[in-house]
């Protein structure tokens, strides 16, 4: 039963533009939430995380959001540049525990 | 560049071959951890150690076996794998087990592992 869900695998975007990513959640007791991005052969990287006691948090060019009543997060990234084509991951954690990982997203940023 | 070393890069083995992939992180983190992660598919917990001792074993084969002979390095030991068993290996570590506070974890660039 996946809690993390990414349901869209792909998305591509003009460069300058923003793109969107989404992701979906069903376990309400998760208390933070965090993206990572990862490059084809190399380990995903922490992007930006958000606490579930805030509904948005700014880093750059990067912005999370979240929507509790929703459970539904997303990440902004705005203006899009190629170098942000990645896979990039939403995961979040309950407390302590392990961070359970959604399937990822392909964002390709087109020149 | 990953401050998460992880050697080698690229294995190849038998499935009677015993290997070891190693992880070494100097960034004063108490918790390491391993993943696997299979082409299209979210990074899967296999073990965690906190403070050098095993807090974590996601219920995987024996044929893994993981060893944290000191806070900076991590082993995990292959023996008898299975061609199913290919992935890419990522070493992580973390402030604290568990993600305490931010969860955030830094891995390293990974071991791409094929079984023959």
Redesign the interface.
């Known amino acids: 039963d996946q809690q993390v869900k990414q349901n869209s695998?792909s998305l591509s975007v003009q460069e300058g533009r923003i793109s969107i990513l989404n992701c979906d959640y069903t376990n309400s007791m998760f208390d933070?939430f965090?993206w990572?991005k990862k490059y084809p052969?190399?380990?995903?990287?922490?992007l930006i995380?958000i606490s579930s006691i805030k509904d948005k948090n700014e880093d750059g060019r990067f912005t999370v959001f979240l929507n509790k009543s929703a459970k539904h997060l997303s990440l902004h990234i705005v203006p899009s540049q190629p170098g942000d084509s990645a896979v990039y991951?939403c995961?979040a954690?309950v407390?302590?525990?392990?961070?359970t990982?959604?399937?990822?997203i392909t964002l390709s940023v087109r020149p | 560049d990953?401050e998460?070393t992880?050697t080698p890069k690229h294995l190849v083995m038998g499935m009677t071959n015993k290997k070891s992939l190693k992880c070494e992180q100097h960034m004063g983190h108490r918790a390491m951890y391993w993943y696997k992660q299979k082409a299209?598919?979210?990074?899967e917990?296999m073990f965690?150690y906190s403070y050098e001792k095993l807090s974590?074993n996601e219920s995987v084969p024996s044929r893994f076996s993981p060893e944290c002979p000191n806070s900076s390095l991590l082993n995990l030991h292959l023996h008898a794998l299975q061609p199913e068993d290919s992935a890419l290996y990522?070493?992580?570590s973390s402030q604290e087990?568990?993600?305490?506070g931010?969860?955030?974890?830094?891995?390293?660039?990974?071991s791409?592992l094929t079984v023959l």
Do not use: H, W
């Open positions: 695998p933070y965090l990572y052969a190399e380990g995903p990287t922490f995380s991951f995961a954690k407390d302590n525990s392990k961070l990982f959604g399937k990822g | 990953t998460v992880q299209k598919k979210p990074p917990l965690v974590i990522l070493c992580a087990a568990g993600g305490m931010t969860g955030e974890l830094f891995f390293g660039e990974g791409r």
